[in-house]
């Protein structure tokens, strides 16, 4: 079955960096599109990055632009968030699923608290 496990969260310090890691199961990962996703407190879950399976094209939120970057290795079935330059509004559980119309099940997610 489709499965994904996201780790790499924690707490920083504004301006801080942390690797986000996504390792997926249950499928054929090469074959698809990754997309990082993160929920506030209180809000709907948002898009954050996507790269497509081929290419390795990625796309960003103008939120992130600049300061995030996705990636990923078919090898590792593992689709990856370097985090950089850190805000406090970056603070949200962050997770990784196909796109909506090949939506596996969510993973528990990794939190991310950006703070002093």
């Known amino acids: 079955q489709v499965q994904f496990v996201e780790s790499g969260g924690g707490l920083v310090q504004p301006g801080g960096s942390l690797r986000l890691s996504c390792a997926a199961s249950?499928?054929?990962?090469?074959?698809?599109?990754m997309i990082w996703y993160r929920q506030a407190p209180g809000k709907a879950r948002e898009f954050v990055a996507s790269i497509t399976s081929l290419t390795s094209t990625t796309n960003y939120a103008d939120s992130v632009r600049g300061r995030f970057t996705i990636s990923r290795d078919n090898a590792k079935n593992t689709v990856y968030l370097q985090t950089n330059s850190l805000k406090p509004e970056d603070t949200a559980v962050y997770y990784c699923n196909r796109p909506v119309k090949y939506q596996g099940p969510w993973g528990q997610g990794t939190q991310v608290t950006v703070s002093q």
């Open positions: 249950g499928f054929t990962f090469k074959d698809f599109p």
